[in-house]
């Protein structure tokens, strides 16, 4: 009977340690892929936030520029219609 307790306690030893170290490179692996996670994370937080700046620099753009057009356009009218009074008048 020692000999069979001896043998299985062995047997549950080596069951244990495999179990631990299977849970050790589960761990590792759990612990690598959150920190793979929050690198990417911070990598798509930087790109948002260049696209967000690009976007408002571009917005600033097109607002220029439609006032830009808003002014031509008004100067346009106006020079048509100064070109209209002058043909009327001989």
Known sequence: ???ENTIRW???RRVN???LLQL???ASLILGSW???QRQLGLL???VAALLQNQKEFQQKLEQ???RTLAGEYRLQAIEKRLADA???P
Request: no cysteine; net charge positive; aromatic share 0%.
């Open 1 to 3: 009977m020692p000999r």
């Open 10 to 12: 062995r047997l549950d």
């Open 17 to 19: 340690l495999s179990v």
């Open 24 to 26: 050790t490179v589960l």
């Open 35 to 37: 920190v793979n996670l």
């Open 45 to 47: 937080q930087h790109d």
């Open 65 to 67: 520029l439609a006032g």
């Open 87 to 89: 043909a009327k008048t």
